[in-house]
């Protein structure tokens, strides 16, 4: 007959009671939400009677997890980039270039003169006098290499060394050029993720997407290119001795040497050594200042080394000018006075305040490894996101309330048990999305109202069978308990192929679409167990107080 | 005093003209696919790069001035569409333009962007853009990619999900519906050359998973129906399931259109052509699970010898308690 035992009753109505919880915050989005920023900000030390006022708007014990709303629904931006990860292998090549030079030189004799060749950005070609000794020269270079190490044992070498002709060529080999753009973007993102930090917004997501992307989102910023202000930047801070100066674009430099561009007087060039003295790695501290006239400059300090490095440079070369370059362009090229010792200083050069504070920011956080390339920018003002909220809203209530009053006209009150369940169900997936932080979007509540659609298919399926099974006359509690039990194949049968098609979603898409898989998977999930364990106990606990001769489904 | 949309009992003939029906269904798909070979879909940023900026201001829009104040940036191809939308305020005037992806770059330029605005606040002073979305054909060609992989992956996944739970021409039967439901959706799309982007790839999926909702309901009772009547002929078996379980069908799809309708309505427009795509997918899954799903069964037959093995394979469920 017609039983459940209580402990499953227990468990259920736990269930529900969790799932309410969990839920309730999102009822007073504002109020838990300055709570809880309010929380972090004491936690981070910044402990004020305002900021515990704010703090105390909700109370601790209740459950603060919140919905993430999307970029969609709260207005930001939203970057897609590809680091260009090839920008590396020409560092590293020109990095091995002092270190060929010298090999080579040590076998003079056999080899003869050595003249590294113009090439392809990423290769090293030098060319031998004396063909004859290219079996040798190949196998000095090829000693340079060194073992790449995997989890999976040695893997090769890091560079590959053949001969053309008379030129040896140098590039990475196929493995060290995977396991470098690894690299390349874990440390782009990492730097992407400081920089993003140092301005201080809130929950930005920062995902790396396949081998070569970054997802950055950012709620609450004004607009896509200020986003790309702040993390586009290469940041790449080196001082070069300085070869000459020209106003010449197309100057012949010499193999080792740059033509960079002034980035205050246009049609000023430098040509520079492109080895650097020291470069933005090996600072500790950048931050905005004036200089002695008062202008916006940028104070900063080197490390042990780059200190040693900077004030060796500097004593030798006491009245040759120095350059102070960012990302190949000339920021100013000081002529060197007096020893430097003490391993910090200031750049100078035509900035706005703006600037010379974003510069720091730049300069702390880390230069970028590799350049980027924006594929996808987007940006959403919060006005729209305000519009789809509300739009959203009274859609929901209007769908919910339309269902609500139709079941209940065509079940009467078993009609009224599926409501019941359908207004726990929409509380369980609040629940769930806020307990796993997941972001809701447009799309997502398009999910939602979806749902409730959906969710009293179950209900239906069941409630349908109950009156086939009420014309075999079989007295109803039998009625019941075999409507339940033929429903069931037909419930699951029909939600695991929606789930299925949920999961692909979730898998394949982005962005807004996953929002959209997210609240359809788990609107299954719930719609499933409203129907086949609370409404069941709803009319359980009916049946069980009033003992009926007679049902109408 | 119940609401009954479906009489108690139905004995409605649905195969008496099941070849008529069939037939219709294939002419409806060609139509569609010669919509879409003759006039293509109107692809979105998402699926062919470009930059979409939506305005708003307090004046009337006017399409005229709007692509005046532009021409003189020779941008290439820019559409602009004004947008009509019940939720709006009485002086929100909301347009939409839509750039072609601009020669060797891949997404669109700051500079591009504040080119345009700086044009139309020559033309409209008070001009505000509400959103800029652009995207590289780089990611657009790989979006369409994607988006089709995810299609065939839905489609064969629940291939194969039926064929387990339930005989191979059941399986041949519910694909057949999906895909009549996918390509009649995408037919309406070109022929009413609504906006086709990533979203409408999400409701396509679901348009997938709700026809099979209605698919495998239907199936499920076909199946119990089949071991309950052993000699009756297939096709009266497929009729009382289809009668049996109609009162359901029409339930179910009318709560999910009341939610969908008013979601149209009420929504906003940033996502109406979605919920579009959904409620064409409701009428369109609902019809094709009993005319094209059914149908194919009846057409390829099925075994009809449900003992033991299956017997216990349909019914795996039925023990769980609650």
């Known amino acids: 007959m017609l039983q459940i035992d209580t402990w499953k009753r227990v468990l259920i109505w736990l269930v529900v009671v969790a799932g309410l919880l969990l839920a309730l915050p999102n009822a007073f989005y504002t109020r838990v939400e300055q709570s809880n920023d309010a929380r972090a900000a004491i936690e981070l030390g910044n402990d004020t009677p305002q900021m515990r006022a704010e703090a105390g708007q909700w109370p601790s014990w209740l459950p603060s997890g919140l919905v993430n709303l999307g970029l969609d629904l709260r207005g930001g931006a939203h970057l897609l980039a590809e680091v260009k990860v090839e920008d590396v292998y020409e560092v590293r090549m020109d990095a091995m270039w002092p270190e060929i030079r010298d090999a080579l030189r040590d076998q003079r004799a056999t080899v003869g003169t050595i003249r590294r060749q113009d090439s392809a950005p990423g290769e090293i070609r030098v060319r031998i006098s004396q063909p004859e000794g290219m079996s040798r020269a190949l196998q000095v270079v090829r000693e340079l290499a060194t073992p790449i190490q995997t989890l999976a044992g040695p893997t090769g070498t890091d560079i590959e060394v053949s001969a053309q002709g008379n030129d040896i060529v140098v590039t990475l080999s196929e493995a060290e050029k995977l396991a470098s753009d690894d690299r390349t973007v874990r440390q782009a993102l990492e730097i992407i993720r400081r920089r993003i930090d140092e301005v201080g917004t809130r929950e930005p997501t920062i995902q790396r997407q396949g081998p070569q992307r970054i997802l950055i989102q950012v709620p609450g910023i004004g607009s896509a290119s200020e986003l790309k202000e702040i993390i586009g930047t290469t940041a790449q801070l080196t001082f070069n001795p300085v070869v000459s100066r020209t106003t010449d674009a197309d100057a012949r430099v010499g193999p080792g040497e740059k033509l960079v561009p002034s980035i205050d007087e246009a049609g000023t060039f430098y040509i520079i050594e492109a080895a650097p003295v020291v470069t933005g790695e090996e600072l500790v501290d950048a931050q905005p200042a004036f200089d002695q006239n008062g202008r916006p400059a940028v104070n900063f300090r080197f490390n042990t080394t780059g200190a040693r490095k900077f004030g060796d440079y500097t004593l030798d070369n006491i009245g040759a000018p120095f350059a102070i370059v960012l990302d190949d362009e000339v920021i100013s090229a000081p002529v060197i006075q007096s020893h430097i010792p003490g391993g910090s200083g200031i750049i100078t050069g035509n900035f706005s305040v703006e600037e010379s504070t974003n510069l720091a920011v730049l300069l702390r956080a880390g230069a970028l490894p590799a350049g980027l390339e924006f594929l996808e920018e987007r940006t959403i003002g919060p006005e729209l996101g305000q519009d789809s909220i509300d739009a959203g809203k009274v859609a929901t209530m209007v769908a919910f309330a339309a269902v609500l009053v139709f079941m209940a006209l065509s079940y009467g009150l078993f009609g009224l048990f599926a409501n019941v369940a359908l207004i726990i169900n929409i509380g369980l997936i609040f629940g769930l999305l806020s307990l796993i932080g997941a972001t809701l979007t447009l799309p997502g509540i398009a999910g939602i109202v979806l749902t409730v659609g959906m969710a009293v298919d179950a209900n239906v399926l069941i409630f349908e069978r109950i009156r086939e099974e009420l014309k075999t006359a079989k007295g109803p509690a039998r009625a019941i308990e075999l409507g339940y039990e033929k429903a069931l194949s037909a419930i699951l049968d029909a939600n695991i192929t929606t789930f299925i098609t949920a999961v692909i979603l979730f898998a394949m898409g982005s962005g807004p679409v996953r929002g959209f898989a997210i609240t359809l998977g788990l609107g299954i999930l719930t719609s499933v167990f409203t129907a086949i364990f609370v409404t069941r106990l709803l009319v359980v606990i009916w049946f069980e107080r009033r003992r009926p001769k007679m049902i109408e489904v | ?322």
């Open chain 2, 1 to 322: 005093m119940r609401l009954k949309l479906v009489p108690q009992n139905t004995s409605f003939d649905f195969f008496s003209r099941w070849k008529l029906w069939l037939g219709i269904s294939a002419f409806m798909m060609l139509l569609a696919a010669g919509s879409f070979l003759y006039q293509g879909l109107n692809f979105g940023i998402d699926f062919r790069g470009g930059t979409t900026i939506r305005t708003e201001s307090a004046q009337p829009v006017d399409v005229g001035v709007y692509r005046g104040a532009l021409d003189a940036l020779e941008l290439g191809d820019i559409t602009i569409t004004e947008i009509f939308d019940p939720t709006f305020g009485p002086d929100q005037n909301v347009a939409m333009l839509r750039i072609q992806a601009q020669e060797g770059e891949e997404a669109a330029t700051a500079t591009m962007v504040a080119q345009v605005e700086s044009a139309l606040q020559g033309a409209v002073p008070d001009i505000e853009f509400v959103s800029v979305e652009s995207v590289g054909p780089k990611v657009s060609g790989e979006l369409i990619q994607t988006a089709v992989i995810a299609v065939v992956l839905a489609i064969g996944a629940v291939l194969v999900y039926i064929w387990l739970r339930f005989e191979w021409q059941f399986a041949l039967g519910a694909v057949a519906a999906l895909v009549h439901d996918v390509i009649l959706t995408i037919g309406v799309f070109s022929e009413l050359q609504i906006r086709f982007d990533l979203a409408i790839i999400a409701a396509l999926l679901t348009i997938v998973g709700y026809s099979l909702n209605d698919t495998v309901v239907v199936f499920d009772r076909v199946r119990e129906n089949l071991r309950k009547y052993k000699k009756t002929p297939l096709k009266d078996v497929l009729n009382v399931s289809i009668n049996e379980t109609l009162s359901r069908t029409v339930m179910t799809s009318v709560t999910t259109l009341l939610a969908l309708i008013s979601l149209y309505v009420l929504g906003g427009d940033v996502i109406r052509g979605f919920v579009f795509a959904m409620i064409w997918g409701v009428i369109v899954g609902t019809y094709s699970s009993v005319f094209v799903a059914s149908a194919i069964l009846l057409y390829l037959g099925v075994k009809r010898d449900w003992t033991k093995p299956s017997n216990t394979a349909g019914n795996q469920y039925a023990n769980i308690d609650a």
